[in-house]
């Protein structure tokens, strides 16, 4: 069972904008940071954003500082990715993540994964 659910994905033009969201279940979901990553056709799976567990601190890539917003309910077990402004380099596969308690920005870190959710943003 996959305990970690992306939805929100889908096509856009430039400069439009998606919410992404990420359900889990089966986990404390409040004793996790919860991240956000992405992967390029033929690129490295690249770190966007994390959040504490808490929602006390957030954290994010500079390519995507100030356009996207993280965020996250402790009570819908759901975290969030609000992207505005897009561009066409921001097409990728999104995934979010989950790493107990501390939040990190190397895939590395993370126990937990989703499956991905596809962003395509058109020039």
């Known amino acids: 069972q996959v305990p970690l659910v992306e939805s929100g994905g889908g096509l856009v033009q430039a400069g439009g904008s998606l919410s992404l969201s990420c359900a889990a279940s089966?986990?404390?979901?409040?004793?996790?940071?919860m991240g956000w990553f992405r992967q390029a056709p033929g690129k490295e799976r690249l770190f966007v954003a994390a959040i504490a567990w808490s929602g006390g601190r957030t954290y994010y890539a500079d390519s995507v500082k100030g356009r996207f917003t993280i965020s996250r309910d402790n009570a819908k077990n759901t975290v969030y990715l609000q992207m505005n402004s897009l561009k066409p380099e921001d097409t990728a596969v999104y995934y979010c993540?989950?790493?107990?308690?501390?939040?990190?920005?190397?895939?590395?870190?993370?126990?937990?994964w989703g499956q991905g959710t596809q962003v395509t943003v058109s020039s």
């Open positions: 993540a989950a790493r107990k308690w501390v939040t990190g920005t190397d895939e590395a870190q993370y126990d937990y």
């Open positions: 089966g986990l404390a979901f409040s004793s996790y940071a």
